[in-house]
Each structure stands twice: as structure tokens, then as C-alpha cells.
């Protein structure tokens, strides 16, 4: 395709690539998932938005039918645009229909009301606004649950001027799904032509991402601020200085970093990359200094946005941004925690995925530096691997920066780290290995196979202690109480508990019908902490008064949660 200075858009009357043809197909595919839940929810609800679902599903035709006609790449940049209308149409009919946020977006929306109010926002607990609005809240392995504010303000801020049009809390999520619509037009502008369609899938489609940002959730904000950071991020400082652009990048890095701890995960990653790139090019001390001016910009914007705060309340806000990584919240998600919650007895050493994720995460980051090479175009995805030995692996932590992963193929390949600078052995070491043939075996493709074996042998080492530490928690369930009886669930039941551990736990007792835990179940007859090699009987009372009864296939399960140190203990519950 013919590329002139001046426009884009040039040499655009050719006939598209049948690449091309096919993602713009593929995103007008997504655009069908979950239309018709929202169709069905607007039907009694908003029969405008019913129309103007209706609709969409004729543009989506009307699309798909153009995909595959059009003659030049001009028009189907065109079709690219009228896709792209089509998504957000339906995304802005889905989030009329259904507004209701999260748990996180209403701690943003209430953190909101209160700061309005002239109130603190860290370090204060709302639990009558999940109780008013029948909202799930997150659970703590202490037996409490996480009722305060546990993010970085930039959410709240922006959701404030929104409470006084929209009401709370469906404020949070009429902004972050405007915060989505902002990122998606983004996105599609700054990404190649050939790469449109995607930004129209991955951001609107599926509907992963309009799901979570109906939802509140202030990692879509993050995301979207990452989104120019991470657009041609090789080209940062290129040529030995920072530019407008590149101090832009930076102030939208230090804004994400003030929305969502995500986006923190991501940031080293970027600076150990965007080191090695410059060290191809520049001196040592001069790639030091544009890295370190690029990050001194980014901390400075996020301090700007915290300052408020942080002189209002320091100690109060600090424990509040860290809370989501000290609060100690029970294990949930996709990743390998759910060896020990799901698949086993249970784990006397849930922290050792704790330790794990650490010693990943600096594994990582080292083989990123060294092999800056190779592993440079997949910057944006390695981060979240992390997660994946975190008690907290949930899905959202991988999907909702899925655009950055698009964003970084289409405009950080391969080639641009072809020249990056990577640690190597000096010319006269390297000719002493050579000459044996350990030394070859090391410098060979089984050197650099060992290397990264012992890069992430720690963590392998911590997740392998966490699921072989056997539950430390032997509990037999020796009587239930109106389970089956007249359809009422199990809402009483005896347990024996024995601690085998030398060291004394506090138990907390639920029970899961599925992924999810019930709200703690009251234990009384027993000690409130359990002495080493204890044995004690509890009688245990649900907090819903109807019971519980088993999920799907009899799916029926007694925990025991400790906090210090973080276990958990699995028995079967009979289902007679």
C-alpha cells in the first residue's frame, strides 16, 4: 500500500486483502454475542433501546454484506467506520438497559458521594451501600469482607461531576463505559487501517469488555489510558530525546498507575523494554537518563492526581492503594489456585502462591531484559502470566487488557527490537566457551534453556510447596439440620475439627455451591481459635435463613479459611 507524508489515507483504490476482509467479518461477527440478552432485557425495560437493537442487528447484516463486496480498501475503511458506529450504538443500548455496578464500581461510586460530601475516602467501611443496593461483596480470608475503598483515586474523580446526572452509583458505569467508547475511537484511529477491525472486536465486541465496564470496574479506565501509552511504545525517546508525544505517553502512564493497581503490573515491563531499546541506540548513562526522565514524568503525574489525598490522610491512603494486595481476599479464579480450592483437600501454605507470583513476576522480568529480543513484542501479555500463580487469578485480570495486546502487534513487531541492547558475554569470554564443549552447550540453545529454567524455578518451587502442603484442617461433618427437608436447604450442621498443624488457626466456615463461597457461616461450641492438634465440635448456622442447598452435579463443599497463616480446608458435604 502506498504510503505518502501528509496522509493515511493515500493509495486506498486498490482492492482490500482478503486479511483485511476477514477481520472486519470477524468483528462484525462479535458484535452478534450477547446482543440478545440485552435485546430480551430492553424489551420490557426500554423499548426504545429495543428498537435501537433491533437495528443494530440490521447494520451488522448490512455490514457483513459490504465486507465481502466492496471493491477498494478506501470503501472498506468506510465499512470498518460503519461497524464500528454499529458497536457503539448497541454498547450504549446495553448499558441503558442494565447500569447496576459491581462491587467495585460501587465502592467508586460511593467513595465518590462521600468525597463530594467533603469526606475521606480510604480508610472509612460502607457496608449498608452493598446491603441497600443487593450488591456481592468480596470476602476475606479473616472471615470479613472488603467494604472500603482499595484503589487509587483517579476513578472516583472522574466519577464524581457524573453522580449529579446519572445518580448513584449507575454513575460508575455510565463512566467507565463512556471511558470504553473513548478508548475503542482511540484505539481504532491510532492503530494501521488493516488493524481496525480489531479494535472493534476486542474493545466492543464478545462482549467481554462492555460487560465489565457496565460493571464499573476502574480497570477500564486504566486500560484506556494505556492504550496511546502503548501505541508505537518502541518509538519513545527515539532519536535521544523525549518528545511532546513521548511526555504525553508518560502522563497517560502515571494517570493509569492513579486508577488501577493493573496497571502497575504492566509499567516494569515497559521501562525494562523501553531501557533496552534506547541502550541499543545511546550510552548507557544517556538511556538511563531519557528512561528515568520518562519515568520521573509518569510518577509526577500520578503524584498530582494522589496529592489530594495523600495530604489529607497519608497513612490512610497508602493502606488504602495497597489494601487489594494486603487484604488477604479468598482464593478465586482460573489460574492454579484452583489445584488447592478445587481439585484437592485444601493448602496449609496458600501463601506460597503469594511468594510464587513475586518470584514470577521478578523471573519475568529478567528474562525480559535478557532476551529483550524475542520476548520485546509480547511486553504487553507476559505481565499478566503473573496471575496466573496468584491466589486472586480471576479472568478479569487477563481480558481487560487484551486491546493492549492488539495494540503492541500492530505497532511494536518484531523488528522494531531487532537492535535492542541485551546482556551478552564480551567477545573474549564468549571465545574461551567456544573452544569446549560445555562451554558451546552453555552459549547453545540448552544454555539459554537452563538459564530460564532457574529464572523460574523459584516460583515453580513456591506453587509446588503450596499445593503439596496437605489442608491443615481434618474436619467431619457429624450432623446436618433440614437438608431436603419440604425443598429447605442445609442451614445447620455439626462438625468435628482437628487442627494437625503445630501452630494455632482461626477458622472461618462457608460453604460453596459452585466457584463462589455463601456468606460466612456462624460457628458457635467451639474455641474461636483452635490450639495446635485441637479437636473441637462446631455448630454451624447459615446466615440465610432458607439454607443452602447443593449446585450443579451435587456440588457441595464445607470450607475452613484461616488467615494467619492463609489455609484452606475442603470436606464434602453428604447430600442425603
Given amino acids: ?63 457483513a454484506v459490504l465486507v465481502l463486496t466492496v471493491r477498494t480498501e478506501r470503501s472498506l475503511v468506510l465499512v470498518d467506520a460503519l461497524i464500528f458506529a454499529t458497536a457503539c450504538v448497541m454498547v450504549i443500548g446495553a448499558v441503558a438497559v442494565q447500569h447496576k455496578p459491581s462491587d467495585e464500581g460501587t465502592l467508586v461510586a460511593q467513595a465518590a458521594r462521600t468525597m463530594l460530601h467533603g469526606d475521606p475516602i480510604y480508610g472509612v467501611a460502607w457496608p449498608q451501600v452493598f446491603v441497600e443496593q443487593a450488591i456481592a461483596i468480596t470476602k476475606t480470608m479473616s472471615g470479613g469482607e472488603a467494604y472500603t475503598f482499595a484503589y487509587p483515586p483517579l476513578a472516583v474523580l472522574v466519577t464524581a461531576p457524573a453522580l449529579s446526572l446519572f445518580g448513584f452509583p449507575a454513575a460508575a458505569s455510565i463512566v467507565t463505559t463512556a471511558a470504553l467508547l473513548i478508548g475503542a475511537f482511540t484505539l481504532w484511529i491510532l492503530l494501521p487501517i488493516g ?11 464478545f462482549p467481554f469488555l462492555p460487560t465489565y465496564a457496565r460493571l464499573g470496574y476502574p480497570a477500564i479506565i486504566a486500560m484506556v489510558l494505556l492504550i496511546p501509552v502503548i501505541v508505537r511504545w518502541p518509538t519513545i525517546a527515539e532519536g535521544g530525546r523525549l518528545r511532546r508525544s513521548d511526555v504525553l505517553k508518560a502522563v497517560c502512564l502515571g494517570a493509569a498507575c492513579a ?101 514470577l513476576a521478578l523471573g519475568l522480568l529478567a528474562a525480559s531484559a535478557i532476551w529483550i529480543r524475542r520476548l520485546g513484542p509480547a511486553l504487553t501479555v507476559i505481565p499478566w502470566i503473573v496471575f496466573y500463580l496468584s491466589v486472586r487469578s480471576q479472568e478479569i485480570y487477563y481480558l481487560v487488557m487484551t486491546p493492549l495486546w492488539l495494540a503492541a502487534a500492530a505497532t511494536a513487531p518484531p523488528s522494531a527490537f531487532a537492535r535492542a541492547w541485551q546482556p551478552a558475554l564480551g567477545a573474549s569470554a564468549r571465545l574461551r566457551l567456544s573452544s569446549s564443549r560445555v562451554g558451546r552447550w552453555l552459549l547453545g540453545p540448552p544454555g539459554r534453556a537452563a538459564l530460564a529454567g532457574m529464572l523460574l524455578a523459584p516460583a515453580l518451587i513456591c506453587a509446588t510447596i503450596a499445593i503439596a502442603t ?21 442451614w445447620q450442621m455439626a462438625v468435628d475439627v482437628q487442627n494437625r498443624t503445630a501452630v494455632a488457626l482461626a477458622p472461618h466456615f462457608t460453604i460453596s455451591t459452585g466457584q463462589s463461597i455463601t456468606p460466612f457461616w456462624t460457628a458457635t461450641g467451639g474455641p474461636a481459635t483452635l490450639a495446635p492438634h485441637q479437636r473441637a465440635t462446631y455448630q454451624l448456622t447459615a446466615a440465610v435463613p432458607a439454607g443452602y442447598s447443593p449446585g450443579a452435579n451435587g456440588y457441595f463443599f464445607l470450607r475452613a479459611l484461616t488467615d494467619q497463616p492463609m489455609t484452606v480446608s475442603t470436606v464434602s458435604i453428604p447430600v442425603r
Avoid: C
Fill in 1 to 63: 500500500m502506498l504510503r505518502l507524508p501528509g496522509s493515511r489515507y493515500l493509495g486506498l483504490d486498490v482492492p482490500p486483502s482478503q486479511l483485511h476482509r476477514a477481520l472486519a467479518l470477524l468483528a462484525t461477527i462479535s458484535l452478534f454475542i450477547g446482543s440478545r440478552t440485552n435485546w430480551a432485557e430492553a424489551l420490557t425495560v426500554r423499548p426504545v433501546v429495543l428498537l435501537a437493537l433491533s437495528l443494530g442487528y440490521l447494520f451488522i447484516l448490512l455490514g
Fill in 195 to 205: 488493524w481496525r477491525s480489531g479494535a472493534t472486536a476486542v474493545m466492543l465486541g
Fill in 259 to 359: 486508577t488501577q493497581q493493573l496497571a502497575w503490573f504492566v509499567t516494569p515491563f515497559l521501562l525494562v523494554g523501553l531501557y533496552g531499546l534506547r541502550r541499543g541506540d545511546l550510552p548507557t548513562r544517556r538511556a538511563l537518563s531519557l528512561v528515568g526522565a520518562f519515568t520521573g514524568v509518569a510518577a509526577a503525574a500520578g503524584l498530582v492526581i494522589d496529592l489530594p489525598f495523600i495530604i489529607r490522610d497519608a497513612p490512610a491512603w497508602a493502606e488504602g492503594i495497597l489494601l487489594v494486595l494486603t487484604q488477604h481476599a479468598i482464593p478465586v479464579g482460573q489460574g492454579l489456585v484452583g489445584v488447592s480450592f478445587y481439585l484437592t483437600s485444601g493448602s496449609g501454605a496458600l501463601d506460597f502462591y503469594s511468594y510464587a507470583t513475586l518470584l
Fill in 470 to 490: 496437605k489442608a491443615p484442617l481434618e474436619m467431619k461433618i457429624v450432623a446436618t439440620t433440614a437438608h431436603g427437608s419440604h425443598g429447605q436447604g442445609l
